[in-house]
């Protein structure tokens, strides 16, 4: 890990190790402990703010039944907007396939076969993200 990481981390309190005569700093084994979780929580999507916001219970000395349930319903919401994300990415996924292929082997059912699925997209845009639609398409119909 980059030591602009490490001074960056402890400026803002995310992980704070102790410090030597010489103003070094020294990591614990805990403080190692957390910057792997940090490196985990990250790879995972979270912010640095939501990993300080949520995730300090390490440093506390007793973790009541409230703080985890509401560290559950974070999780459990993050864990929604994730599967949200890789469901958008899978779509992104086939359209760029379909492209892809009715580029290669250009007919008209692979030309249908991609505007079908481009309606379907069209449609799900409609419903789920109005504004989108709404700031571009308004000046378009006529």
Not at 79 to 89: D, M, P, Q, V, Y
Request: aromatic letters at 10%.
């Amino acid at each position: 890990m980059p030591k602009d990481t490490l001074r960056y981390y402890d400026r803002i309190g995310v992980v704070s190790p102790s410090r030597e005569g010489n103003g070094y700093r020294r990591y614990s084994k805990d403080d190692l402990m957390d910057l792997m979780n940090i490196q985990i929580m990250q790879y995972a999507d979270f912010s640095l703010d939501e990993i300080r916001g949520k995730f300090g219970f390490r440093k506390m000395k007793n973790i009541d039944s409230a703080y985890c349930e509401e560290v559950a319903a974070f999780l459990d919401a993050k864990n929604a907007e994730t599967r949200k994300k890789i469901a958008h990415l899978e779509k992104v996924s086939r359209l760029l396939g379909i492209a892809a292929e009715t580029l290669r082997d250009f007919n008209n059912e692979s030309d249908q076969r991609l505007a079908e699925f481009v309606r379907e997209i069209y449609k799900d845009i409609r419903t789920n993200e109005p504004g989108i639609c709404k700031e571009g398409c308004d000046e378009h119909q006529g």
